[in-house]
């Protein structure tokens, strides 16, 4: 009976997992096209921020292709190549995803600067017709990916890039609805600058934390003298020194360190045991490594992070 349940548990988990992937297919399908008709439009009506708006999109369509994807590797068992595992495939996407964004905005902004000082002509029309449409699709998208973004940091990164699209086509709108009233042709440039500023500051502010992810740092929580200390406080535990933690995927974070003794070796199955339980009820730390020395064997002048 046992064995039916867990069967029939893979089977819905595998049944969910290709009702999103397909999801994010259409999503994807959906942004390509829009990028396509934007940029078509773009060129027609002379507006860089309806190209740039488009840009955009495309960014978003490859950043779910390389999120899909890296989220399809994440799920192989560790092997003898990956002894971790492939969980950081989805940093890895991260990271490419956020400086493409980077460069992608810094390369808008120039453009943006030049028209400032050569404003071009714009069909005023085109822009807002076509930014519409799009603010209806990145809608439509971002209902695609809403159910998806609750369970995957990945997926959420993805449906804020969405809304982000949405919020950019608001602009081009606005601004192509300032064109036909006033024929304010620095608007675009300006709505140019303001999307590259955007995308900037939001992959500014993503990509920080997976350079550290990647560099092996410390979560945010819990905090490392925060479990130093716990540690110490441990009955039969003398001294703490060569502490490491770190987030080995993006949701699960690993411990290990070298563990002084006060009493005799014989203690140390329940020193640990204790170690154990306070890192896994207190900070839900699960994969620890700890080493535990008397203190005849203790390392000499250790310090208490690193080597």
Request: zero cysteines; proline letters at 2%; charged letters at 15%.
């Given at each position: 009976m046992p064995h039916d349940h867990a069967h029939h548990h893979h089977h819905h988990h595998a049944s969910a997992e290709l009702a999103g992937d397909k999801r994010v297919a259409w999503a994807v399908a959906v942004n390509i096209l829009l990028t396509v008709v934007q940029i078509v439009a773009g060129v027609f009506s002379g507006s860089l921020a309806l190209i740039a708006d488009a840009i955009h999109n495309l960014s978003d369509a490859l950043s779910l292709v390389i999120a899909f994807v890296a989220r399809r590797i994440?799920?192989?068992?560790?092997?003898?190549?990956?002894?971790?595992?492939?969980?950081?495939?989805?940093?890895?996407?991260?990271?490419?995803?956020?400086?493409?964004?980077?460069?992608?905005?810094?390369?808008?902004?120039?453009?943006?600067?030049?028209?400032?000082?050569?404003?071009?002509?714009?069909?005023?029309?085109?822009?807002?017709?076509?930014?519409?449409?799009?603010?209806?699709?990145?809608?439509?998208?971002?209902?695609?990916?809403?159910?998806?973004?609750?369970?995957?940091?990945?997926?959420?990164?993805?449906?804020l890039h969405n809304i982000?699209?949405?919020?950019?086509s608001v602009a081009v709108i606005v601004g192509g609805t300032l064109i036909l009233l006033y024929d304010w042709r620095l608007v675009d440039p300006i709505v140019t600058l303001m999307i590259s500023g955007y995308i900037l500051w939001h992959a500014g502010a993503e990509i920080g934390p997976v350079i550290r992810l990647l560099m092996l740092g410390s979560p945010d929580s819990p905090e490392v003298g925060e479990v130093a200390r716990e540690i110490r406080?441990?009955?039969?535990?003398?001294?703490?020194?060569?502490?490491?933690?770190?987030?080995?995927?993006?949701?699960?974070?690993?411990?290990?360190?070298?563990?002084?003794?006060?009493?005799a070796a014989a203690e140390a199955p329940g020193v640990r045991a204790r170690i154990v339980a306070l890192l896994h009820d207190r900070f839900e730390l699960t994969h620890v490594t700890l080493q535990l020395e008397t203190r005849d064997e203790a390392c000499a002048d250790a310090p208490l992070i690193g080597h």
């Open positions: 994440a799920r192989r068992p560790a092997d003898a190549s990956m002894t971790f595992g492939y969980g950081r495939a989805e940093v890895v996407a991260a990271l490419v995803n956020y400086t493409t964004l980077i460069v992608i905005a810094v390369m808008l902004a120039f453009e943006g600067v030049e028209r400032l000082f050569n404003p071009a002509d714009v069909e005023g029309w085109t822009v807002v017709i076509v930014a519409g449409v799009a603010l209806v699709i990145d809608t439509a998208t971002a209902l695609l990916m809403l159910s998806l973004q609750k369970g995957s940091v990945n997926m959420r990164a993805a449906f982000a699209d949405a919020l950019g406080a441990v009955e039969g535990v003398d001294g703490l020194h060569h502490l490491h933690l770190w987030r080995m995927q993006e949701n699960e974070a690993a411990l290990e360190a070298h563990v002084v003794l006060s009493g």
